[in-house]
């Protein structure tokens, strides 16, 4: 299995994180970390040092940040992740976060930087991972211009069925976190949709599946448990599918 998007350089797992990596490694073939600020890359850079091979990065700016950030912080955000491009496996995640962000000031900086994270994943030839909350179809319309992008995927998808069929026949992927465990209306999503285009991710440290526990990259197994028993086949078809999908998109 694969956790294709969590946040283990958070400080929450400064107290214990080689527990929490070593219970990721005993179960898992491989995370991978998403930057989602300026020092959550640098992080995830130092961190990636400590576990190589099995931690990859994914280098962004979340949309929420986007959308009240320093002009100067975004541009070191771009400069740092040019300079380290080479050490990461996606960019993002980035994208567009209509649910916390209700201001159209503030609306309108997200789109601005989603658009140069886009022009980056085009430019580089990289999966862009996307955060889409309450703007998966604007986030889809502007990616969808871009068929020289190899790859997008939408993480801790959320959305309705209808624009996850859009999605899925544009190519893009799918990513379902450790939610899919106890929500109704993300396990009527998944009921029909194909494995050849889902991912399996925990976006820890949030959306536990455990009461009173925080969440963590070794959870992703319940995803991949719910996967097989809402579409009623073997744990171990959805573990290779979803695996096979994220050694694909991101080379590793």
């Known amino acids: 299995m694969i956790d294709v998007h969590c946040h283990v350089d958070f400080k929450g797992y400064n107290k214990n994180r080689e527990e929490v990596m070593q219970r990721a490694k ?11 600020s300026l020092g959550g890359n640098r992080r995830t850079l130092k961190y990636m040092e400590n576990y190589k091979g099995f931690m990859h990065a994914s280098l962004g700016f979340h949309p929420v940040n986007a959308s009240k950030a320093d002009s100067d912080i975004i ?5 740092e992740i040019n ?3 080479d050490e990461a496996v ?9 649910h916390e962000v209700t201001d159209l000031e ?4 997200q789109i601005k930087v989603f658009s140069r994270f886009i022009n980056m994943a085009v430019e580089y030839e990289m999966p862009l991972i996307l955060h889409v909350r309450d703007a998966e179809n604007r986030a889809f319309e502007m990616v969808k211009k871009h068929s020289s992008i190899p790859d997008v995927v939408f993480h801790c998808y959320g959305g309705d069925l209808e624009t996850a069929e859009k999605i899925i026949e544009e190519g893009y992927y799918l990513s379902f976190s450790t939610i899919l465990s106890f929500s109704d209306h993300h396990k009527e999503l998944v009921k029909d949709l194909p494995l050849s285009n889902l991912l399996t991710e925990t976006d820890s440290p949030y959306l536990s599946p455990f009461k009173g526990k925080r969440n963590e990259p070794s959870f992703v197994e319940e995803v991949v448990k719910t996967l097989a028993e809402v579409k009623s086949i073997p744990i171990r078809e959805v573990d290779r599918a979803t695996e096979k999908n994220a050694r694909k998109i991101f080379g590793i």
């Open 90 to 98: 996606a960019i993002g995640e980035s994208g567009l976060d209509f």
């Open 83 to 85: 300079e380290n491009i």
């Open 26 to 36: 005993d179960k898992l073939n491989g995370i991978i970390n998403s930057g989602a």
């Open 106 to 109: 503030g609306r309108r900086r």
């Open 75 to 79: 541009e070191r955000v771009f400069d």
